[in-house]
C-alpha cells in the first residue's frame, strides 16, 4: 500500500515557510531546526529589519553629500547584523513563546513546539548569533556601537508585548526600525532629527504590515488571550491601515526634507528623494486594494510584499545621489 505523502510538520518544516527553500531543501539535516529558528526559510523579516538601515545611510549620504568607502562596508555589514540579530531576536520570540506557539495552528511546527530543539539549545544558539553581530557592530564608530547595544531593550521587550497590551506591533516597531538611527549614526557620528522621522516612519509601516499579517492567527489569538492590532482593530482594519499609510508617507516625505535641508545641489535631487515616499505610499494603496483579512494566504502574500515596498523609496534615494 502507498504510503501517504509527508507532511510539512511530519518533515520538520515550518508551516507558514516558503516552499521550495534552501533551508528544508538544500541545508545540512542537523543545521535544519537552528535555521528556521532563525527564520532563514522565511527571508521577508531580514528584509524588513534590513531597509531601514539602508533608509538610514542613504538619508544620510543625501544629508552631507559625502559618500565613503566606509559606507559600503556599512551597507554589507547591515545586511549580516540584520540577518543575525533577527535570527537572535526570533529565537528569543520563539524561546518566550515556546507555550503559545504550540496552541496557535500557524507557529506550532517551529522547532521548540515541535520538539527539533530543546530550550537549552536554542538560547546557546541565541548567545552565538547575538556574540558574532555584536563583532560587526563593534567595527562600527563609538556612538553607533551604543545605539546597537540600547537596540537590545526593545527586543528584549517585544515578544511579552501581545500580553499587557493591544498594540505589540508598536514594540515590533521600536525595535525592527531601530536601524535606521543606527546606520545614520555608523555614517555621520551623530544623530539627526532626519533619522529620528525617518525611525517614526518605519514604525508607521510595521503597523501596517504587521496587522496584515497578524490576521492569520487572530482566531487562535482569541481563544488564548493574546492581543494584537489585528483583533483590535477587526473589521476597522482597512481604515487604520489607510492612516499608518498616510503617517508612514508623510513622515517619510519630511525625513528627506530635513535631510537634504541646506543642502547646495540639484533641486532635482530633491524632487526625486521626494518621489521614494510617494511610491512607496503607492505601493502599501495597492495592497490595500487586494487586502482581504479573512483570507490568510492573501495576508501571508501582502506581507512578504513589504519587501518590494521597502526597496521602492530606497532606489530613489540612491537616484537622488548620483543626481
Not at 5 to 14: L, R
Not at 64 to 93: E, K, V
Not at 129 to 145: G, V
Not at 165 to 189: E, I, K, M, R, Y
Amino acid at each position: 500500500m502507498p504510503q501517504n505523502p509527508q507532511t510539512p510538520e511530519s518533515a520538520g518544516q515550518v508551516s507558514d515557510a516558503v516552499r521550495g527553500n534552501w533551508v528544508d531543501h538544500t541545508a545540512p539535516a542537523w543545521s535544519r531546526p537552528y535555521l528556521r529558528l532563525s527564520r532563514a526559510d522565511r527571508p521577508i523579516g531580514t528584509w524588513l529589519l534590513l531597509l531601514p538601515c539602508w533608509w538610514g545611510l542613504a538619508l544620510a549620504i543625501l544629508h552631507d553629500g559625502q559618500p565613503r568607502l566606509a559606507d559600503l562596508w556599512i551597507f554589507i555589514a547591515c545586511g549580516l547584523g540584520a540577518w543575525l540579530m533577527r535570527g537572535a531576536g526570533c529565537t528569543w520570540n520563539d524561546i518566550t513563546d515556546r507555550g503559545i506557539d504550540g496552541s496557535v495552528e500557524r507557529t506550532r511546527s517551529r522547532p521548540i513546539p515541535s520538539g527539533q530543539v530543546s530550550v537549552k539549545q536554542a538560547a546557546a544558539y541565541m548567545a552565538l548569533q547575538a556574540l558574532i553581530a555584536l563583532a560587526i557592530l563593534l567595527t562600527f564608530n563609538r556612538a553607533a556601537i551604543v545605539m546597537g547595544i540600547i537596540s537590545l531593550l526593545p527586543v528584549a521587550i517585544y515578544p511579552f508585548a501581545k500580553r499587557f497590551t493591544w498594540w505589540p506591533q508598536v514594540f515590533l516597531g521600536l525595535a525592527f526600525n531601530w536601524g535606521a538611527l543606527l546606520a545614520w549614526v555608523a555614517h555621520s557620528g551623530s544623530l539627526h532629527p532626519a533619522a529620528v522621522v525617518l525611525y517614526l516612519c518605519g514604525i508607521a509601516w510595521t503597523l501596517f504590515y504587521d496587522t496584515i499579517y497578524a490576521h492569520q492567527d487572530k482566531e487562535d489569538d482569541a481563544l488564548i488571550g493574546v492581543k494584537s492590532t489585528a483583533r483590535l482593530f477587526a473589521d476597522h482594519t482597512p481604515q487604520w491601515l489607510k492612516r499608518f499609510l498616510v503617517l508612514g508617507v508623510v513622515l517619510m516625505s519630511v525625513a528627506v526634507l530635513l535631510a537634504m535641508a541646506g543642502r547646495d545641489g540639484s533641486p532635482f535631487a530633491v524632487l526625486l528623494a521626494l518621489l521614494g515616499p510617494w511610491a512607496f505610499g503607492a505601493h502599501m494603496v495597492w495592497q490595500l486594494r487586494q487586502l482581504d483579512t479573512e483570507d490568510h494566504a492573501i495576508c501571508l502574500r501582502l506581507f512578504r510584499a513589504n519587501r518590494d515596498a521597502g526597496l521602492i523609496p530606497l532606489l530613489f534615494f540612491a537616484g537622488a545621489a548620483f543626481v
